[in-house]
């Protein structure tokens, strides 16, 4: 079974910093790009950053740029998302899921890890 | 930033009634838009890619239409497990994009 599992959430001060990772099982993933999806308490969802399947490209949205950092390990089927300079509205859950652009319902999320930036 | 809207917000309907929720983008997308559905305490769930394609497993009582700037995504006989709140993506342009939302109660 398709699995991605999240790990690394927690409570962090304000400025502090967070290394989230995402471990992959039952399909090959360095054949896909991955996301990271956020989701504030009580609110919609909130795309934050892409990988491509080999790591050569990354994209942010804008209010993550600068602070958070998407990487993988294809040796360990292992996606990061470092995460500094936080900031209270960056509290919510993150998920991370698999991402085909087009032609494709290969889509498997997991549970998400809970980051909390307060004082 | 392409921005997706959603309509209505909320939509408060009977079992077995048809359900029709609005997506339009700020700018042409072609086909790239996919529809989730996200009940509480759990993750999303893909039920639409390519704008009207549906996922594996999906029942046949829901369907996506539209391309460019405007789709729709249409339950036929809603049932009560369909109480959930739906999210449009698009996939057209970096950065991905999410609509708020409609919540469907039933």
């Known amino acids: 079974e398709v699995q991605v599992v999240e790990s690394g959430g927690g409570l962090v001060q304000p400025g502090g910093s967070l290394r989230l990772s995402c471990t992959a099982s039952?399909?090959?993933?360095?054949?896909?790009?991955m996301n990271w999806v956020r989701q504030a308490p009580g609110k919609g969802l909130e795309w934050v950053s892409c990988i491509t399947y080999n790591g050569d490209r990354t994209y942010y949205t804008d209010s993550v740029k600068g602070r958070f950092t998407i990487s993988r390990d294809n040796s360990k089927n292992t996606l990061y998302l470092q995460m500094n300079s936080l900031r209270a509205e960056d509290t919510a859950l993150y998920y991370c899921?698999?991402?085909?652009?087009?032609?494709?319902?290969?889509?498997?999320w997991g549970q998400g890890a809970l980051v909390t930036v307060s004082s | 930033e392409i921005v997706l809207t959603q309509s209505p917000a909320t939509l408060s309907l009977s079992q077995g009634e048809r359900a029709t929720l609005s997506c339009w983008a700020s700018q042409s997308i072609s086909s790239y838009l996919v529809w989730y559905q996200q009940k509480p305490g759990q993750a999303p769930r893909l039920l639409i890619y390519d704008a009207s394609t549906r996922a594996t497993g999906i029942p046949a009582r829901f369907s996506g239409s539209g391309s460019g700037t405007d789709f729709t995504l249409t339950i036929s006989s809603l049932e009560p497990e369909d109480s959930a709140i739906y999210y449009c993506q698009q996939r057209n342009n970096w950065p991905l994009t999410f609509g708020r939302g409609t919540k469907v109660e039933i």
């Open positions: 899921a698999t991402y085909v652009q087009r032609n494709s319902d290969f889509d498997y």
């Open positions: 039952a399909f090959t993933f360095s054949n896909y790009a």
